[in-house]
């Protein structure tokens, strides 16, 4: 079933999902670390500088390690970075901050070993001003302070550059068991916050996702940065700061509006300001221009602080800056930073598949994770994904229920080269590629003994085009605009090897001009003549009507040459005609062996007499011959 597709809005302490779908069954999937396997995500997930942040994760520890058993590393190189690992000497969980070069560890006083052979879900928040708290299972079981790293500004260090972050370690001290879910947030999360993630499985819309990256941020070194002022106030700009006067009086301030591609989520703003003298108490919201945002209020006194709030903004939103006392001073802000806040990674480990792939999707598309090429298993094997929809790339685009949509080339058993290719043993392949140009290639179907193309051709009515080739005449069926199919070399009507004799290679209809080839004084003075073709047997059907010195009976022009039927003569019978005389009737009619001539004899006759003609007379013959000559 898998831990990220289930729901829980129950509000006890049980732990839904952990019991249900972890403990009592036996169907919960994650990742399985052996000693050094682990999971390396790109830096873009653990960018926390000196901000507030949370570590989530839910792991079933399978036993201790030697020594340590690493957890997590903010950066697995560089300075200023976090490493948090079971000290199994001594019994704790170590938060182990790095000040440049310098160790600063600061001590969890809790015994994971208590929870082995049992996924537990577990949260530390990391308040930077006071507590590390951690949580098992929705409710705080240990707490530091961390104050005095306050000032490690996590993840700053870009030498090298695009230092990763890793679940468990490369080494032989990483933690050995399994994860069903890890989650980085960008936040301190309240118990409430923290007890809703134990109860259940999704994130928060609001909370979807957070960003390490700022929608809207000023240093004022350019000036007003488009604030204006109401109720009386007076908004300048001074070096690299804004100075607020005739501030004294509720009902006045700054404002400006902000567009979020994602509205209705939540967000942290950073504001650095001092007073000139005395203190001054403002509120720092989403309100419109003169509201009171006494909610979000924070003292500003003559020393620059950077004041920290938490707002949710709706879509059309302003930030406002408006007084909250009656105290006229001049404000000075020097800097301004909202970033979207919630949860940064959520990684889906429980339908990744590393004998499939390495790579462990996260589902807020901060950073991916990718699994070491030994010591990752998944602990139910995905033998199946079942989907509404799947987008498989970076698109932003989102398919419709059905859909499949793939950003790059899609290839199955090959590293494809082409929008979408098929591969197996011997070479035997199938490709589908978009069209460039005209007579380019559509279909691509491929095996040891060749290959075969489908063509659509949009220049002329030859619609599809299937080729033995690339080149014309390796064009071996053309279906063209009307429908209308041409073979190039016959259709094998039979079932044998040698296909000759069951090849209809040939079909042809028409009409042929009758000539005089007897007596050359003969007069033809009307003709039909028509035939039909099936490979070699010509169907014919003649009529003429003949003068009175059209005494010997031969015609030609006859559509293909004749073949005898071996006998001596080269004279073979094809059928009989009718005449206008009955004395003539009935009448042999002949076809010459080579040539396309017909001869008209009476049956009392031999072959080599000709039937006269005593009077002007009609003559209709049906029959057919066989012919070698080619289409």
């Known amino acids: 079933m898998g831990i990220a597709n289930i729901i829980n809005n129950s509000t006890t ?16 999937a994650g990742l399985h670390l052996q000693s050094g396997g682990n999971i390396e995500i790109a830096n873009g997930a653990a960018q926390f500088g000196t901000s507030d942040f949370s570590i989530e994760f839910i792991l079933n520890q399978e036993r201790e390690n030697t020594s340590e058993g690493y957890i997590y590393v903010t950066h697995v190189e560089g300075e200023d970075r976090l490493l948090i690992f079971h000290d199994v000497s001594h019994d704790r969980i170590v938060l182990d901050f790095r000040d440049g070069l310098t160790s600063v560890p600061k ?49 700053s260090d870009t030498t090298p550059a695009n230092i990763p972050s890793r679940i468990g370690t490369s080494g032989s001290d990483g933690v050995i068991g399994t994860f069903y879910r890890f989650r980085t947030w960008n936040k301190a999360l309240t118990s409430a916050e923290v007890q809703t993630a134990f109860e259940r499985a999704d994130v928060d819309y609001a909370d979807q996702y957070g960003s390490q990256g700022s929608p809207y941020t000023s240093d004022f070194s350019s000036g007003t940065d488009s604030f204006s002022s109401y109720g009386g106030a007076a908004v300048a700009h001074s070096g690299s700061q804004i100075n607020i006067t005739s501030f004294g009086a509720t009902g006045r301030g700054i404002y400006r509006s902000l567009t979020f591609s994602e509205p209705n989520k939540k967000y942290r703003v950073k504001l650095t300001g001092s007073v000139a003298a005395g203190t001054k108490n403002i509120g720092v919201g989403i309100a419109s221009a003169g509201a009171d945002d006494a909610a979000n209020r924070i003292t500003l006194t003559t020393t620059p602080t950077t004041h920290i709030i938490e707002v949710t903004y709706p879509s059309g939103s302003q930030i406002n800056v408006a007084s909250q006392d009656t105290v006229d001073t001049t404000v000075s802000i020097t800097s301004l930073v909202i970033e979207q806040i919630g949860c940064v990674s959520d990684y889906d480990l429980a339908f990744a598949s590393p004998t499939q792939s390495l790579t462990v999707q996260d589902r807020a598309g901060a950073a991916d994770g990718t699994c070491s090429a030994s010591g990752v298993t998944q602990v139910q094997p995905v033998v199946q994904l079942n989907s509404t929809s799947a987008r498989i790339g970076t698109s932003a685009a989102t398919p419709a ?4 949509l793939v950003s790059g080339n899609l290839g199955v058993g090959c590293d494809p080269s082409r929008e979408l290719e098929v591969s197996g043993p011997g070479n035997v392949y199938a490709r589908i590629t978009a069209q460039t140009a005209n007579d380019s290639t559509a279909l691509e179907l491929k095996n040891t003994g ?33 429908g209308l199919a041409t073979f190039s070399n016959g259709i094998n009507l039979g079932n044998t090897a040698s296909a000759t004799a069951t090849t209809l290679d040939g079909y042809e209809e028409g009409t042929f001009t009758v000539t005089n080839n007897g007596d050359t004084s003969g007069v033809i003075s009307s003709e039909t003549g028509e035939y039909t073709r099936i490979g070699n047997c010509v169907f014919i059907r003649v009529a003429i009507r003949v003068g009175t010195t059209f005494a010997n009976n031969r015609i030609g022009g006859l559509p293909f040459g004749c073949v005898t039927d071996g006998a001596t003569s080269s004279w073979s019978p094809i059928g009989t005609a009718l005449t206008g005389s009955a004395t003539n009737a009935p009448i042999l009619v002949a076809a010459q062996n080579g040539v396309a001539n017909l001869a008209f004899f009476k049956q009392a006759n031999t072959v080599t007499t000709h039937l006269p003609s005593t009077s002007e007379d009609y003559y209709r013959v049906t029959g057919y011959y066989y012919t070698t000559d080619a289409f």
């Open 450 to 482: 060749g290959t075969w193309t489908i063509v659509n051709d949009d220049t002329d009515s030859e619609a599809l085009k299937f080729k033995n080739g690339g080149s014309a005449s390796d064009v071996r069926l053309t279906i063209d605009s009307t």
């Open 401 to 404: 229920d059905g859909e499949l």
């Open 13 to 28: 302490t049980s732990g839904g999902e952990i019991v249900r779908e972890l403990v009592n069954a036996s169907d919960g």
């Open 107 to 155: 001590n969890l006083d809790y015994d994971m070993n208590q929870d082995f052979g049992s996924p537990t879900h577990y949260v530390i928040t990391f308040d930077r001003s006071g507590l590390a708290t951690l949580y098992k299972n929705g409710n705080s079981v240990a707490t530091v302070d961390i104050s005095a790293v306050a000032s490690i500004d996590i993840g």
